[in-house]
């Protein structure tokens, strides 16, 4: 059974960074992309970037190169995404879902359930 | 802002026909792909590249492409359709990924 299992909840203040996880299972996690997606509350779904565990290609949507970093370990089948210093529009769920091989634009067949980040001083 | 525009919402009468649009540049190069999230939820796919349904999605979802507009159709909408759906495709540079505003659909 493939399975995204993304880590806890967390509540930070500005300016501190943050590393969350998202780890595959159930299916080869080096060959299929690993997307990331932000959720503000009330709001919709955002396209953040994506990255091929296998060679490590990553990819930013323009809204957020240079604000996060993107990366995975393929020897412990994780994707992460990094924060250097949080603001409190940073307040959002982030998604980690699984892109085919073929299509780094998305096509998400299997989804995480989702971090809550809580940027507040 | 987006580069793939949905209209905010659509209401249907149970059991009648629904038809959400996508429209977007990229979409005359690449397929849609379609999601559906309830409140509380994680999306879930319903429909990929031409009009392709995972399993375990209904037999009602379907989707379809004509120039820069994609299109989810439900067909005999259910209670349990009523949702937030949103579109994902390339973006204009065709490197990237990108989704769209959304919208919420009321079943009546």
């Known amino acids: 059974e493939v399975q995204l299992v993304q880590s806890g909840a967390e509540v930070k203040k500005p300016g501190e960074s943050l590393k969350i996880s998202c780890k595959g299972s159930?299916?080869?996690?080096?060959?299929?992309?690993i997307g990331w997606v932000r959720q503000m509350p009330g709001k919709g779904l955002e396209w953040m970037g994506i990255?091929?565990?296998?060679?490590?290609?990553?990819r930013y949507s323009p809204s957020f190169q240079g604000q996060v970093t993107i990366s995975a370990d393929k020897s412990f089948n994780s994707a992460y995404l990094q924060w250097s210093s949080l603001k409190a529009s940073d307040t959002a769920i982030y998604y980690c879902a699984r892109g085919p091989p073929h299509d780094y634009g998305g096509n998400f067949d299997y989804w995480g359930q989702g971090t809550l980040v809580t940027v507040s001083s | 802002s987006s580069e793939l525009t949905q209209d905010p919402a659509v209401s249907v009468a149970l059991g009648q026909t629904v038809r959400i649009t996508c429209q977007g540049d990229?979409?005359?190069?690449?397929?849609a792909s379609w999601y559906q999230q309830k409140p509380g939820q994680a999306p879930v796919l319903v429909i990929y590249g031409k009009n392709n349904r995972p399993s375990g999605i209904p037999d009602r979802f379907s989707g379809s492409s004509s120039g820069n507009t994609a299109s989810l159709t439900i067909t005999g909408a259910q209670a349990e359709d009523e949702a937030d759906y949103y579109c994902?495709?390339?973006?204009?540079?065709?490197?990237?990924?990108?989704f769209g505003t959304g919208t919420k659909v009321n079943v009546l």
């Open positions: 990229s979409l005359r190069s690449y397929y």
């Open positions: 159930g299916y080869s996690f080096p060959n299929y992309w």
């Open positions: 990255v091929f565990p296998g060679d490590s290609d990553t």
């Open positions: 994902n495709s390339r973006d204009s540079s065709g490197r990237r990924g990108v």
